[in-house]
């Protein structure tokens, strides 16, 4: 035997075994953070004119583009019962000048291909840099000489009541809405809501008003950014921004917003939601420039701020797929910042997913967060925020920030190696002070019916409307022994009694609605004997078609046309019942009282109901008339359910019969239409083959 190659083979042996050893120890031990990249910012300068405008000129010539943002720093001021006023005074800026017509301007932006826009913060432009003096002096008109013209304030103010009244009905708007109002109050400018009341309150003068007592260049910021030097935005910042005259602002000051001494939960309900809108939140003072703020932004990171794989993620998307994502902020600001956490989830997991979110709260107060997640997280802020610095807009964002904040000037300079410094004790006291578990608002924007008991056993339940206002129960009593069917009889004598529309054998009714400026119309028509016919008109163009003879439904749409049978047009039967609350007493619905709500003030009995083909609806009457006020319900559509919400009033006496001259639906179109009857006829004799359907 060759004692030295048996040498060799041990030797390489127990080589590879040690080898083999260092890669298991390498591998159950993580590696260590490395340093933080060292950014170089692009160079800006900043200067200040005699007026108290401070100048910022970030400059990057690899396009032939240029931005100008001007930042008027206006103290957060409450508005009252105008709310709105600040930004309709922004937008109004653009919308005439003592030189221009707002058709004027626009004209100018588009001939240069450039945008402008103009808020209650400043203003926006941006175009090629061989318009730079062209736009500067288009922005410094808008900015300096605003006319105010009253044509274009009505006209804006039918615009922000149109898109109100769109954006009332969704419930990520109103979660929004009832958050702030919770999280600031209502008397503090952060938590002030607009309303069509604030809106129609404010007059032409108001924006004048502002206008006049804001904007002011002694606390505005203007920069300059991209294709442009420091020579040439001076001369320009001079030549059109030299002369406004500065002046004083006043500042008024609000107490601070607190958070709840306890967590509550603030339920808005939305019937027929299949899911539920989360939000956990409540005010922090947590102010910018701080070492806070950057341990902030770590412990907010780890969290739930933007990584897949934030704690909030793993937990609700993840491990229990309560969620396609949940996400949380912890956000800085001068006067008051906040927190806040959610997402959308389903029904039947809503207080699971906020016991789940709760306690990842808990858990970064009283736990350490490991070292390898700590470094993991530090690497992908280092990550990011170097790549944000490769902008221009960036680096004047950071310069703004310095100026506005009073930051020392190397604070961006040296963020990362602060975000480096951070540790696990830092993390730890920073939950204790800005995590909150146990004071929090818990804003849930869902179906109460089937949300609110399983979230009673989270935290005490109150009701909110939409604005954020507790609801008022008084005259919400149900009487003892009252039934649903009890309630149908009222509504059914309150129309004109059974006799009545037992005696209705058709009925014609045509509607019209303008949706985004077009004229739509209805025509309904339907038979006793369960039949209807409808068409949708727009702009005298037949849109929408439907037939049903009892037996099958023709449903034609844009050149489409279908025909239905069986299972598939059963769905036609309750649209072609002129009154189906007189077949509610029948074999196969299920009705059930389950309390009362006041519908747009007005206290209703609430009722769900079950038909016999198994869609569900929930439906209102008043307590006080017995009339219906609304109805509830949810269908399939391309987009997965929808949920429609039709609002009855104006009744109105028609052949001994009170007919809702008014219909106003959410969800049935992109954006709500309200209805108005225009003509009703009772027992004119329609023909069934008016109804009729031919097979294919």
């Given at each position: 035997?060759?004692?030295?190659?048996?040498?060799?083979?041990?030797?390489?042996?127990?080589?590879?075994?040690?080898?083999?050893?260092?890669?298991?120890?390498?591998?159950?031990?993580?590696?260590?953070?490395?340093?933080?990249?060292?950014?170089?910012?692009?160079?800006?300068?900043?200067?200040?004119?005699?007026?108290?405008?401070?100048?910022?000129?970030?400059?990057?010539?690899?396009?032939?583009?240029?931005?100008?943002?001007?930042?008027?720093?206006?103290?957060?001021?409450?508005?009252?019962?105008?709310?709105?006023?600040?930004?309709?005074?922004?937008?109004?800026?653009?919308?005439?000048?003592?030189?221009?017509?707002?058709?004027?301007?626009?004209?100018?932006?588009?001939?240069m291909g450039a945008s402008l826009s103009t808020s209650s913060g400043g203003a926006y432009a941006?175009?090629?840099?061989?318009?730079?003096?062209?736009?500067?002096?288009?922005?410094?008109?808008?900015?300096?000489?605003?006319?105010?013209?009253?044509?274009?304030?009505?006209?804006?103010?039918?615009?922000?009541?149109?898109?109100?009244?769109?954006?009332?009905?969704?419930?990520?708007?109103?979660?929004?809405?009832?958050?702030?109002?919770?999280?600031?109050?209502?008397?503090?400018?952060?938590?002030?809501?607009?309303?069509?009341?604030?809106?129609?309150?404010?007059?032409?003068?108001?924006?004048?008003?502002?206008?006049?007592?804001?904007?002011?260049?002694?606390?505005?910021?203007?920069?300059?950014?991209?294709?442009?030097?420091?020579?040439?935005?001076?001369?320009?910042?001079?030549?059109?921004?030299?002369?406004?005259?500065?002046?004083?602002?006043?500042?008024?000051?609000?107490?601070?917003?607190?958070?709840?001494?306890?967590?509550?939960?603030?339920?808005?309900?939305?019937?027929?939601?299949?899911?539920?809108?989360?939000?956990?939140?409540?005010?922090?003072?947590?102010?910018?420039?701080?070492?806070?703020?950057?341990?902030?932004?770590?412990?907010?990171?780890?969290?739930?701020?933007?990584?897949?794989?934030?704690?909030?993620?793993?937990?609700?998307?993840?491990?229990?797929?309560?969620?396609?994502?949940?996400?949380?902020?912890?956000?800085?600001?001068?006067?008051?910042?906040?927190?806040?956490?959610?997402?959308?989830?389903?029904?039947?997991?809503?207080?699971?997913?906020?016991?789940?979110?709760?306690?990842?709260?808990?858990?970064?107060?009283?736990?350490?967060?490991?070292?390898?997640?700590?470094?993991?997280?530090?690497?992908?802020?280092?990550?990011?925020?170097?790549?944000?610095?490769?902008?221009?807009?960036?680096?004047?964002?950071?310069?703004?920030?310095?100026?506005?904040?009073?930051?020392?000037?190397?604070?961006?300079?040296?963020?990362?190696?602060?975000?480096?410094?951070?540790?696990?004790?830092?993390?730890?006291?920073?939950?204790?002070?800005?995590?909150?578990?146990?004071?929090?608002?818990?804003?849930?924007?869902?179906?109460?019916?089937?949300?609110?008991?399983?979230?009673?056993?989270?935290?005490?339940?109150?009701?909110?409307?939409?604005?954020?206002?507790?609801?008022?129960?008084?005259?919400?009593?149900?009487?003892?022994?009252?039934?649903?069917?009890?309630?149908?009889?009222?509504?059914?004598?309150?129309?004109?009694?059974?006799?009545?529309?037992?005696?209705?054998?058709?009925?014609?009714?045509?509607?019209?609605?303008?949706?985004?400026?077009?004229?739509?119309?209805?025509?309904?028509?339907?038979?006793?004997?369960?039949?209807?016919?409808?068409?949708?008109?727009?702009?005298?163009?037949?849109?929408?078609?439907?037939?049903?003879?009892?037996?099958?439904?023709?449903?034609?749409?844009?050149?489409?046309?279908?025909?239905?049978?069986?299972?598939?047009?059963?769905?036609?039967?309750?649209?072609?019942?002129?009154?189906?609350?007189?077949?509610?007493?029948?074999?196969?619905?299920?009705?059930?009282?389950?309390?009362?709500?006041?519908?747009?003030?007005?206290?209703?009995?609430?009722?769900?109901?079950?038909?016999?083909?198994?869609?569900?609806?929930?439906?209102?009457?008043?307590?006080?008339?017995?009339?219906?006020?609304?109805?509830?319900?949810?269908?399939?559509?391309?987009?997965?359910?929808?949920?429609?919400?039709?609002?009855?009033?104006?009744?109105?006496?028609?052949?001994?019969?009170?007919?809702?001259?008014?219909?106003?639906?959410?969800?049935?179109?992109?954006?709500?239409?309200?209805?108005?009857?225009?003509?009703?006829?009772?027992?004119?004799?329609?023909?069934?083959?008016?109804?009729?359907?031919?097979?294919?």
């Amino acid at each position: 035997m060759n004692f030295k190659s048996l040498l060799y083979l041990v030797i390489a042996l127990l080589g590879t075994t040690a080898i083999q050893a260092q890669d298991e120890d390498f591998r159950k031990k993580a590696p260590e953070g490395g340093p933080p990249p060292r950014i170089e910012f692009g160079e800006y300068q900043q200067f200040k004119l005699d007026n108290g405008l401070e100048v910022i000129v970030v400059e990057n010539h690899k396009l032939p583009k240029v931005t100008f943002q001007l930042l008027v720093d206006v103290p957060p001021t409450a508005e009252g019962d105008k709310v709105g006023m600040a930004s309709m005074a922004g937008e109004m800026l653009s919308r005439g000048t003592a030189n221009r017509t707002k058709n004027e301007i626009d004209e100018t932006v588009d001939f240069m291909g450039a945008s402008l826009s103009t808020s209650s913060g400043g203003a926006y432009a941006t175009a090629l840099s061989k318009h730079k003096e062209t736009l500067i002096e288009l922005m410094a008109d808008a900015v300096l000489n605003p006319s105010f013209p009253e044509a274009e304030f009505e006209k804006l103010l039918q615009q922000r009541l149109s898109a109100l009244a769109l954006q009332t009905s969704d419930p990520s708007y109103i979660s929004s809405t009832v958050s702030d109002v919770l999280t600031f109050g209502e008397d503090h400018p952060y938590g002030e809501i607009e309303t069509r009341e604030t809106l129609e309150n404010i007059k032409l003068e108001d924006l004048k008003e502002y206008y006049n007592e804001n904007f002011k260049p002694n606390i505005s910021y203007l920069a300059f950014i991209g294709d442009i030097n420091a020579d040439e935005a001076r001369a320009l910042a001079e030549t059109y921004f030299g002369k406004w005259e500065k002046g004083n602002v006043a500042r008024a000051f609000y107490p601070r917003p607190k958070a709840p001494d306890a967590t509550q939960v603030a339920l808005i309900n939305k019937d027929g939601a299949t899911q539920s809108i989360l939000n956990i939140t409540y005010p922090v003072n947590l102010k910018p420039g701080t070492d806070d703020a950057i341990v902030a932004n770590v412990l907010n990171t780890i969290l739930g701020g933007g990584l897949l794989s934030s704690r909030l993620n793993q937990n609700i998307r993840e491990d229990k797929g309560y969620s396609y994502g949940v996400r949380s902020t912890l956000q800085y600001d001068k006067i008051i910042g906040y927190f806040a956490a959610g997402g959308n989830v389903r029904n039947e997991v809503t207080d699971s997913a906020v016991v789940e979110m709760l306690g990842e709260l808990e858990k970064l107060r009283t736990e350490a967060v490991p070292e390898q997640e700590l470094n993991s997280v530090k690497s992908f802020i280092f990550g990011s925020f170097a790549r944000s610095t490769e902008r221009p807009e960036t680096v004047a964002r950071f310069a703004l920030n310095i100026a506005r904040y009073k930051l020392p000037k190397d604070y961006y300079a040296t963020y990362l190696e602060r975000v480096q410094a951070v540790t696990q004790a830092d993390l730890t006291a920073a939950a204790q002070k800005y995590l909150l578990p146990g004071q929090a608002y818990v804003v849930v924007v869902g179906n109460a019916g089937e949300v609110a008991e399983p979230l009673e056993r989270v935290a005490p339940v109150i009701m909110y409307d939409n604005q954020g206002r507790p609801l008022d129960k008084a005259g919400l009593s149900v009487p003892e022994g009252l039934k649903a069917m009890d309630v149908i009889a009222q509504y059914i004598e309150a129309l004109g009694g059974r006799e009545k529309l037992e005696s209705v054998e058709d009925m014609s009714m045509t509607m019209g609605a303008t949706i985004q400026g077009m004229a739509l119309t209805m025509k309904m028509k339907q038979k006793a004997t369960g039949k209807m016919a409808m068409t949708v008109e727009m702009n005298g163009s037949v849109v929408n078609e439907t037939r049903y003879d009892g037996e099958r439904a023709m449903v034609s749409a844009m050149g489409q046309k279908q025909i239905l049978e069986g299972e598939d047009a059963d769905a036609f039967k309750s649209q072609a019942m002129i009154h189906p609350e007189l077949a509610y007493d029948k074999k196969g619905y299920e009705l059930k009282l389950t309390g009362a709500e006041k519908v747009d003030g007005e206290p209703a009995y609430k009722i769900e109901i079950i038909s016999p083909d198994g869609s569900k609806s929930t439906e209102y009457f008043s307590i006080e008339s017995g009339l219906k006020l609304k109805t509830v319900t949810t269908q399939d559509g391309p987009q997965g359910s929808v949920t429609i919400t039709n609002r009855f009033s104006d009744y109105r006496e028609v052949e001994g019969m009170m007919v809702p001259f008014q219909t106003e639906s959410e969800g049935m179109a992109p954006v709500p239409l309200t209805m108005k009857v225009e003509e009703v006829n009772i027992n004119t004799g329609l023909e069934d083959d008016f109804f009729k359907v031919d097979k294919e």
